[in-house]
Nanobody
Framework: QVQLVESGGGLVQAGGSLRLSCVAS????????MGWFRQAPGKEREFVAA????????YYADSVKGRFTISRDNAKNTVYLQMNSLKFDDTAVYYC?????????????????WGQGTQVTVSS
């Protein structure tokens, strides 16, 4: 089993920044990709960003390209999501997810483990 714990969410004004972290623990000995997803009230969960095991491949949703950056520190079993120039529409619960494949992927069904989520609220 793998456990994922997100942190770093909060309330921020539009134009501000936040950095989310997600620590993986448990059976993380194999190579795995990581992703961030989000779910706003009344909406379906959507892809935000993904990163391969090596960190050499990253993908972003069009809505966050140029504003968000995903990165990882494998020594710490941690993935980060740096969010800049935040907009009101970025308000959501953000979830990190772990994919037992080493390759970054963008679909929800590709991911095997999920965190509990962290709330990000952007005030306009």
């Amino acid at each position: 089993q793998v456990q994922l714990v997100e942190s770093g969410g909060g309330l921020v004004q539009a134009g501000g920044s936040l950095r989310l972290s997600c620590v993986a623990s448990g059976r993380t000995s194999s190579m795995y990709a990581m992703g961030w997803f989000r779910q706003a009230p009344g909406k379906e969960r959507e892809f935000v960003a993904a990163i391969s095991w090596s960190g050499g491949t990253t993908y972003y949703a069009d809505s966050v390209k140029g504003r968000f950056t995903i990165s990882r520190d494998n020594a710490k079993n941690t993935v980060y999501l740096q969010m800049n120039s935040l907009k009101f529409d970025d308000t959501a619960v953000y979830y990190c997810a772990l994919d037992l494949s080493a390759d970054a992927r963008t679909t929800i069904k590709s991911y095997d483990y999920w965190g509990q989520g962290t709330q990000v609220t952007v005030s306009s």
